[in-house]
């Protein structure tokens, strides 16, 4: 599973390190993503989502249809 959110697409972003030195290495920072499972009443099942902690409260905002529908949008299946 790849660390990205398939509602707002938050995926690894790559920087690197600084050392007191000043040495550099290459880091990630990783995206909250989380597998949760919504009950899609329009097709009458349950639906697993990989979602970031952002995209978990907008669910909770603007409802899953809305965003079962924006996730589609994306090119994303469900």
Not at 11 to 32: D, I, L, Q
Not at 62 to 77: D, M, N, P
Request: include cysteine; charged fraction near 30%.
């Amino acid at each position: 599973m790849s660390a990205h959110c398939q509602l707002t697409g938050a995926a690894p972003v790559f920087g690197n390190n600084v050392s007191h030195s000043h040495r550099r290495t290459r880091r990630r920072w990783e995206p909250n993503v989380q597998r949760k499972r919504y009950w899609l009443p329009s097709e009458g099942r349950f639906v697993r989502l990989t979602l970031s902690a952002r995209a978990i409260r907008t669910i909770d905002k603007i409802g899953i249809e809305r965003a079962v529908a924006r996730i589609r949008a994306r090119g994303e299946k469900v």
